[in-house]
């Protein structure tokens, strides 16, 4: 794609969360927009457990929907169980939650570009273009370059991106997806700030497999809360979740295999969430607790697994 004598105002790389939003938000704007994505169909993909919201996050939401963000739209309209978390504390901290069939939501933000005529392509972002102080662009694997007045960096966990399934190590953005390794490297020449984060995927379960009657059933709160101050489509799908519990059993075989854990091993050198450690970690940093909550819910609608 040669536009260099016709640049795009605003190209964004990266089809997650943060992406979308951009993207839409420069359109809005009446910005000429075009957004660079590995996978058409993994744009909206929700890597890790697909739900929307929680304690500061469900405020961030709503602050993003109060800018005609589409996260809060995507999340009441593919909600399968919704809950408002910290009720125990003033209205001021607490947390609306819902449980989205991931599938849906990422249909929804596909769809969402589609109907706004989003310019999209599926092509690796090798490096900028231009200038350091002033970029021209991005130079894509098969494409070439591609000039745009700014470019939006959206790319999540793919910069150098690792995966770590206990004693397995390998390149990747997430599961099914490479990592991007040159345009990693293009922007520490550049002497950008690159910082290691790390995040952790829950397992996935086959539905089947776990007898949900030994189970305490979280049924979701009947309230007319909405993420989107619009008010639109609003999921008709409900599923329950389940909430369990780890015992000492599960605790003592936690222990002995500590060292097997590339966390605690030191093999992971990224800051993880503050509020979603590994069930390995809550062991080490609280000793004296022998129960520790274990949510199962679902990935989507009647789907087959649990997460």
């Known amino acids: 794609m040669k536009n260099s004598e016709n640049p795009v105002d605003v190209i964004v790389v990266g089809g997650g969360h943060a992406g979308i939003e951009a993207v839409l938000a420069a359109e809005r704007m009446g910005c000429s927009v075009l957004l660079i994505t590995a996978k058409y169909d993994r744009i909206g993909e929700m890597s890790c457990n697909p739900a929307i919201g929680g304690i500061a996050k469900g405020t961030l939401v709503r602050e993003i929907d109060s800018l005609d963000g589409s996260m809060g739209k995507a999340a009441d309209a593919t909600g399968l169980h919704f809950r408002m978390l910290n009720r125990r504390k003033g209205p ?10 991931a599938a849906a939501y990422a249909h929804y933000q596909r769809q969402n570009l589609f109907n706004r005529g989003i310019g999209i392509i599926e092509d690796e972002v090798m490096a900028l273009e231009g200038y350091t102080d002033r970029p021209e662009g991005i130079r894509c694997r098969k494409n ?38 040159n345009l990693e490297e293009d922007i520490r020449r550049r002497l950008f700030h690159v910082e290691r984060f790390k995040t952790g995927t829950p397992p996935r379960i086959v539905r089947t497999s776990v007898d949900t009657r030994d189970l305490c059933i979280q049924e979701q709160e009947e309230t007319d809360f909405r993420f989107s101050f619009d008010r639109g489509d609003r999921s008709t799908n409900h599923e329950i979740c389940y909430l369990t519990k780890t015992n000492r059993n599960t605790k ?12 605690l091993a030191g093999r992971i050198d990224g800051k993880g969430p503050r509020y979603c450690p590994s069930y390995e970690d ?12 274990i949510y199962v819910e679902p990935m989507g609608y009647r789907s087959r697994m649990f997460i």
């Open 92 to 101: 001021a901290v607490w947390g609306p939650r819902v449980q989205s069939d």
């Open 144 to 181: 070439g370059p591609i000039y745009g007045r700014t470019v939006v960096l959206a790319v999540g966990t793919f910069l150098r991106g690792r995966l770590f399934r206990g004693q397995c190590e390998w390149s990747g953005g997430r599961i099914g997806d490479i990592a991007a390794d």
């Open 252 to 263: 003592i075989a936690a222990e002995e295999y500590l060292h097997l854990s590339p966390l």
């Open 282 to 293: 809550k062991v080490v940093k609280f000793p004296e607790r022998e129960q520790h909550n």
